[in-house]
């Protein structure tokens, strides 16, 4: 179970730390803030539009599965993510929303500490390499 949600999962995670990546260095590039504003209201937008059919579909095992491989590429919880993005207002909103499903965006990745995330690791590291 654990090797089938980290190759479906697993992707998704790469995808997100490419994307966030991009979007800190094109934002520096903006003079005002009110243009990066623009430009993150334009990207929410168009982010939920592409990956909400596919994210409605992940178990809450997945979704967990998710929010830790996230943290393991980005090194950055869910919540720091959103709150550097879109403030802390609509992060609280988007922890509350995870919570109701059982979610946390604020779960944390260490795989020296827990024994699940150790797991993930292991099962992330050999996906990558090919092995699984």
């Not at 403030?87 to 059982?102: D, E, I, Y």
């Amino acid at each position: 179970r654990t090797v089938r949600d980290v190759k479906l999962t697993l992707p998704y995670a790469k995808l997100i730390a490419e994307t966030l990546i991009e979007t800190y260095e094109y934002i520096g590039t903006f003079d005002t803030q009110k243009e990066r504003e623009k430009y993150l209201k334009e990207m929410e937008k168009s982010i939920f539009e592409q990956y909400k059919p596919v994210l409605k579909r992940f178990s809450r095992r997945q979704a967990k599965v998710l929010i830790k491989l996230i943290q393991r590429e980005t090194h950055q919880t869910g919540y720091e993510i959103v709150k550097a993005f879109l403030g802390s207002f609509r992060a609280t909103f988007w922890q509350g929303f995870g919570k109701l499903f059982g979610v946390s965006l604020k779960g944390e990745f260490h795989p020296e500490k827990d024994r699940e995330d150790a797991i993930l690791e292991r099962v992330a590291c050999a996906v990558e390499e090919g092995r699984i």
